[in-house]
């Protein structure tokens, strides 16, 4: 078993061996349906074939010297009646098929959008969002595709060759000859289609999620596209993106076109007409015997003709299955730990020896501080040093490749993840809102739990209150997409209400690029200054001001903790901290100029 960061109780197991077992675990899930379809495509076909023998039997009775009338009357209805049923039988199981192929499809989803959510932020990292897109509607999608039509028709034509050959061996023995002889010749064609025709549907769909990918990219990163004038750059490269879609589309085409059976089928009507031919002709058989022999034959087109699309979907199928597999299968690197620890915790925070890469290179190395609880730790240090990253480490989005983060004096794997994520909340530098309404926003982390009055207290408290109250439609105004676009000051304050809401008991503040730059600014200051109150926090920042809220510093360098100690401790003894303290007040400085000069803005 994978290890996941989040599970459902109720969750179905699906055999994920390979793609074959995964699709048909995904079809005995539903035991009944594929019985159901079997005994219709039973039904269908021997039917079917029944009204062809039937015919020729009419055409025996009509030609002989004494025909029986009312014996013909009867076995026209019985023909009719064969007829009519097939069609009957058709529609229930259609149906069923239908039926399997949609629960498949949206199974198939819901285990993806699962497996999804349990993967670790380095995996997300790792995707590109276009091609798992793809892989998720369109690869999907083609699983429907596979069994409704594709599976069901080659069940049916399966039944469609085994039941009129049992009719033809019924009808005569020696007329088994011809249709067996092209039978072989169709299994040898089917099976070279196939293995020429696999490897470019596999392409395709690899190709599909490259192009996707790119687009999705190009999309979401528009600004800077537009920005550096590369319009035609990504045109170009969608471009051929596209071409090469295309080329493996037509190449498609010509492996369907060199589809040999058809012509096969041709040949072998014509031989097995001169047989049976033949046959009369020796008086071994009847008009009928030979019309209902032809008819019997002509079933076998059906067969013939769908396997050019009904393989390929199949093909498409379990190409789509394979990468939707392998997405669900990706090794991940977190576990959520379900039965670990769930407990409240008040706070305390010890870095034992910390040490962290991402991917080879050390990010952070042996690092050790201790915070005890409600108290407030500033990391400072250049860009790159490492301070993001440190605080990653407290709610595993990241885990320690050595030492241990502890809080309570309890190692964070060891508890379980919901519990732990639960009680820390983040706000980030560069701060997600999701297109929904402003309300929905503030109460995300408590999980729809939260009532209005509950999350316009929270938003009074971050100084949100006023500033949303002036959107015409308050808190129920839509972010983002087709809603409306927030200042840099205003989703920190709803990141901020967010915070209030879920009442953490540690928080991390990621201040660090947020300019100084607005009236607002003295209310950001005091809302989080509200909000670090009776939490632990560590506080990355570039302000002079906040620096002095704290109760440590930690200095990072390179990754490296060279100093801590109270602001006043630092100035005395660390030269790091004194450069880096005398750099922040200069920019303080610089900025406040701008801000001098610039002075309408809002935030
Ligand atoms: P800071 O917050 O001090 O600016 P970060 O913790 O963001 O520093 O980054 C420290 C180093 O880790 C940088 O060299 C950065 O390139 C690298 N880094 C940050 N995030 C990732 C990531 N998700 N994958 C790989 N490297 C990363």
């Given amino acids: 078993m994978n290890k996941r960061e989040f599970t459902v109780a109720d969750e179905y197991i699906y055999n994920r061996r390979s793609p074959l077992r995964w699709i048909w675990s995904h079809i005995l899930r539903y035991p009944l349906m594929?019985?159901?379809?079997?005994?219709?495509?039973?039904?269908?076909?021997?039917?079917?074939?029944?009204?062809?023998?039937?015919?020729?039997?009419?055409?025996?009775?009509?030609?002989?010297?004494?025909?029986?009338?009312?014996?013909?009357?009867?076995?026209?209805?019985?023909?009719?009646?064969?007829?009519?049923?097939?069609?009957?039988?058709?529609?229930?199981?259609?149906?069923?098929?239908?039926?399997?192929?949609q629960r498949m499809e949206r199974d198939a989803r819901e285990e993806l959008?699962?497996?999804?959510?349990?993967?670790?932020?380095?995996?997300?990292?790792?995707?590109?969002?276009?091609?798992?897109?793809?892989?998720?509607?369109?690869?999907?999608?083609?699983?429907?595709?596979?069994?409704?039509?594709?599976?069901?028709?080659?069940?049916?034509?399966?039944?469609?060759?085994?039941?009129?050959?049992?009719?033809?061996?019924?009808?005569?023995?020696?007329?088994?000859?011809?249709?067996?002889?092209?039978?072989?010749?169709?299994?040898?064609?089917?099976?070279?289609?196939?293995?020429?025709?696999?490897?470019?549907?596999?392409?395709?769909?690899?190709?599909?999620?490259?192009t996707n990918a790119r687009l999705a990219e190009a999309i979401s990163g528009i600004e800077v596209v537009k920005g550096y004038a590369q319009e035609m750059k990504e045109r170009q490269i969608f471009g051929l993106n596209a071409r090469r879609y295309r080329d493996l589309f037509v190449q498609e085409g010509w492996v369907k076109a060199r589809y040999l059976p058809l012509l096969f089928f041709g040949v072998a009507f014509g031989l097995a007409f001169a047989h049976a031919l033949a046959l009369f002709l020796g008086g071994v058989l009847s008009v009928g015997d030979v019309i209902s022999y032809m008819g019997l034959i002509g079933v076998l087109r059906f067969p013939t003709f769908i396997s050019l699309f009904s393989f390929s979907?199949?093909?498409?199928?379990?190409?789509?299955?394979?990468?939707?597999?392998?997405?669900?299968?990706?090794?991940?690197?977190?576990?959520?730990?379900?039965?670990?620890?769930?407990?409240?915790?008040?706070?305390?925070?010890?870095?034992e020896n910390v040490t962290f890469d991402y991917d080879g290179e050390p990010i952070l190395k042996r690092i050790s501080f201790h915070a005890r609880p409600g108290e407030t730790i500033a990391i400072v240090g250049q860009t790159g040093a490492g301070k993001s990253t440190l605080t990653r480490l407290v709610n595993r989005t990241y885990d320690v490749r050595e030492?241990?983060?502890?809080?309570?004096?309890?190692?964070?794997?060891?508890?379980?993840?919901?519990?732990?994520?639960?009680?820390?909340?983040?706000?980030?530098?560069?701060?997600f809102l999701f297109s929904r309404t402003l309300a929905e926003n503030i109460a995300f982390g408590a999980a729809g739990a939260a009532t209005r009055d509950q999350i316009e207290q929270a938003a009074r408290e971050a100084h949100a209150h006023d500033f949303i109250m002036k959107f015409p439609d308050g808190y129920d105004t839509v972010v983002g997409e087709r809603g409306v676009t927030l200042s840099g000051g205003q989703r920190q304050r709803i990141a901020i209400s967010r915070a209030f809401l879920t009442d953490p008991r540690i928080l991390i503040l990621d201040d660090s690029t947020s300019a100084i730059d607005s009236a607002t600014e003295d209310q950001i200051q005091r809302a989080m200054r509200r909000i670090l109150h009776g939490r632990t926090t560590l506080l990355i920042t570039h302000r002079i001001s906040q620096i002095r809220w704290a109760d440590r510093i930690l200095?990072?360098?390179?990754?490296?903790?060279?100093?801590?100690?109270?602001?006043?401790?630092?100035?005395?003894?660390?030269?790091?901290?004194?450069?880096?303290f005398a750099r922040y007040t200069a920019d303080e400085d610089s900025a406040a100029r701008d801000v001098a000069l610039a002075p309408a803005q809002q935030a």
């Fill in 34 to 101: 594929p019985i159901a379809i079997f005994l219709g495509n039973i039904g269908t076909s021997g039917l079917y074939s029944l009204g062809t023998v039937l015919t020729g039997i009419a055409f025996d009775m009509i030609l002989a010297p004494d025909t029986d009338w009312s014996q013909l009357l009867w076995l026209s209805l019985a023909t009719m009646g064969a007829f009519s049923g097939v069609g009957i039988i058709d529609l229930a199981k259609l149906a069923f098929v239908e039926l399997l192929a």
């Fill in 113 to 210: 959008y699962i497996s999804l959510l349990g993967k670790s932020q380095t995996f997300h990292n790792r995707q590109r969002v276009g091609d798992v897109m793809a892989r998720a509607t369109n690869d999907v999608q083609q699983l429907n595709l596979m069994i409704s039509p594709g599976i069901s028709l080659i069940f049916e034509s399966a039944l469609f060759t085994l039941v009129p050959l049992i009719a033809i061996a019924y009808v005569h023995l020696d007329l088994l000859l011809v249709p067996l002889l092209f039978l072989a010749s169709f299994a040898w064609a089917l099976r070279r289609y196939n293995d020429e025709l696999n490897p470019v549907t596999g392409a395709l769909r690899e190709q599909f999620g490259v």
């Fill in 313 to 351: 979907l199949v093909q498409l199928g379990i190409a789509g299955a394979e990468r939707i597999l392998d997405l669900i299968k990706a090794e991940s690197e977190l576990d959520e730990n379900a039965d670990g620890l769930a407990r409240p915790i008040a706070g305390e925070i010890t870095f």
């Fill in 403 to 431: 030492g241990r983060v502890l809080i309570d004096g309890i190692d964070v794997r060891d508890y379980s993840l919901q519990s732990l994520r639960s009680q820390i909340s983040t706000i980030e530098q560069d701060i």
């Fill in 555 to 580: 200095v990072l360098r390179q990754g490296e903790l060279v100093a801590q100690g109270s602001h006043d401790e630092l100035m005395a003894s660390s030269e790091a901290y004194r450069r880096i």
